[in-house]
């Protein structure tokens, strides 16, 4: 499976906003210059986020974006669906039914694997965790964090 720049990119906007956002809305311009990403690609992933709830927008002189529950209560799988949609890699390993050939293929084993692996990551860690590890790299300065 490949995540694709709209689900990496949900990732980013999502931890600016939790980073960024807890003293109020954070505008799609700041996010962009800070993650050095493209203003308009951005919006279009915005727009799938505020479709599942995820985001608001308030307009104004003070208005841009803010989550609508607590970091600690979004997890990376709600981010990840509303960017790119099932995260299976097949159709049948998230729904048998998709498949008529499920119960006599030698490889559907795999698939299921393979998808119950990736909701097992990415529904335990939260967007809270992500902005901790992003404050925690800004104050120590680390290009790099791997675990």
Not at 76 to 99: M, N
Not at 125 to 143: F, N, V
Request: charged share 30%; glycine share 6%; proline share 1%.
């Amino acid at each position: 499976m490949k995540i694709s720049t709209k689900g990496r990119y949900g990732l980013r906007i999502m931890t600016d906003l939790a980073v960024n956002g807890k003293d109020g809305c954070v505008s799609l311009k700041d996010i962009a210059e800070r993650e050095k990403l493209s203003e308009k690609y951005l919006e279009q992933i915005i727009n799938l986020l505020s479709k599942e709830g995820l985001v608001k927008s308030v307009r104004g002189a003070k208005g841009g974006y803010h989550l609508t529950r607590s970091a600690a209560d979004i997890t990376v799988e709600d981010i990840l669906k509303a960017t790119e949609g099932s995260l299976a890699p097949t159709p049948c390993a998230e729904d048998t039914e998709k498949c008529e050939n499920y119960c006599d293929c030698v490889t559907s084993f795999i698939w299921t694997q393979i998808y119950e692996a990736t909701i097992s990551v990415v529904s335990r860690i939260t967007l809270e965790d992500l902005a901790q590890r992003s404050i925690a790299a800004e104050k120590t300065g680390l290009e790099c964090i791997k675990k």
